[in-house]
């Protein structure tokens, strides 16, 4: 999240993008169900939703590649205080915001909200470990080639995890796959997520594992588009290698399925291959073509320059709408879909529209931000 002279415009405009489309997705309006391609796939299979999460995540390492530099010449002690530093607020910030609001009220009252029934994991938690890990990684281990060969035995070392310790008859399944039993044989049920109908944590410890590899290739390829440059050859050598992650996914994928909230090991080559390809598109498009005479990328910036904060604002902000009643019975979130969008433009279309109008409130929250130079650096 710092910036930096070197960083690149595509790389604030990919992840503004990533975090605008997050917010879509994440809020879509009650009242009537959102278009397929808005919603992850129910298990096995894929959807534009589900590359969301994998491309912070990607960008994540891209930022990586500009931000160690700064650890040049400083002792191993200062750096790792640094990296656990950050990543220990990064997964602080996630354990706080599913508590908020911290409190609750019932028939006796206003009272502390337990935080016993406090999810453990998640979102920022999730790219708090990958930052960790993949930063470890990447400065203890200089070795370019060792870290690539460990990014692979994590993909097979997940998948070998499943066949072997899962459940024999359904080793990808839900509840009976090795990363649910071995999430509630370290926590309480009640610190994982229910979303589900039953608890099974997609941001689980396990699956942790292959989501570093996502961070990892994000790293690599910021690296090679600065060593190379943003010529015509740096591009074509990384969609090459973006279609064939894609083509390698799609080969898995017959033995062992894509699938998000597992987090399979096809899943994070699919999501790396398609992140190289767009990203390669945006380079060609912005620093190549400059086709930004009607500083269009100043949208996506305004959210890539400042990612967390506005995430978090999106995400505490929409528990406030859920808190408000009217009436006594309904709520401000779903009052203002039955009242207004719903009426405007009933259906997907009514879900959409109130998605894009609250990323648009979550945007401008991002603008008083940036015009105010506030980015929340850590």
Excluded at 64 to 80: A, E, I, P, T
Excluded at 317 to 326: D, G, R
């Amino acid at each position: 999240m710092d910036k930096s002279a070197n960083r690149f415009l595509s790389l604030d405009v990919f992840r503004g993008m990533t975090i605008c489309f997050m917010i879509i997705v994440n809020t879509p309006g009650s009242g009537a169900a959102p278009f397929p391609p808005l919603e992850h796939a129910l298990w096995f299979g894929f959807t534009p939703t589900d590359l969301v999460f994998p491309s912070f995540l990607f960008a994540v390492g891209n930022a990586m590649s500009f931000s160690m530099k700064k650890f040049s010449g400083q002792n191993n002690s200062s750096v790792l205080l640094k990296i656990l530093k950050r990543a220990a607020l990064i997964f602080l910030f996630g354990f706080l915001m599913y508590w908020f609001p911290f409190v609750q009220h019932d028939a006796s009252g206003w009272h502390l909200s337990p935080i016993s029934h406090t999810r453990i994991f998640g979102v920022l938690q999730r790219i708090a470990l990958c930052y960790l890990f993949a930063s470890l990684l990447i400065y203890f281990i200089r070795s370019e080639t060792t870290i690539i060969v460990i990014s692979i035995l994590l993909l097979l070392g997940y998948w070998f995890l499943l066949l072997i310790y899962g459940d024999p008859s359904a080793p990808y399944g839900m509840i009976t796959n090795v990363g649910t039993y071995f999430d509630k044989l370290v926590m309480d049920e009640a610190h994982m997520y229910h979303g589900e109908g039953v608890a099974f944590d997609p941001e689980g410890i396990l699956s942790t594992l292959p989501a570093i590899v996502n961070v990892v290739c994000g790293y690599f390829a910021g690296k090679f588009i600065q060593e190379k440059g943003k010529g015509y050859e740096t591009l074509a050598k990384l969609m090459l290698f973006g279609f064939l992650f894609i083509f390698i996914a799609l080969c898995w994928n017959m033995t062992f399925p894509i699938a998000k909230k597992l987090w399979s090991s096809p899943f994070v080559l699919l999501t790396v291959g398609i992140d190289l390809v767009l990203i390669s598109a945006l380079i060609y498009l912005i620093e190549i073509k400059k086709w930004n005479k009607a500083n269009w990328t100043a949208f996506f910036t305004t959210v890539g320059k400042n990612p967390l904060p506005v995430y978090l604002f999106s995400e505490l902000f929409v528990v406030i709408l859920f808190m408000i009643k009217i009436n006594g019975k309904s709520n401000l979130y779903a009052w203002v879909n039955e009242v207004l969008f719903q009426v405007i433009a009933p259906g997907a279309i009514g879900s959409l529209l109130f998605a894009v109008c609250y990323m648009l409130l979550c945007w401008t929250f991002g603008k008083i931000l940036d015009k105010n130079k506030l980015y929340l650096r850590l």
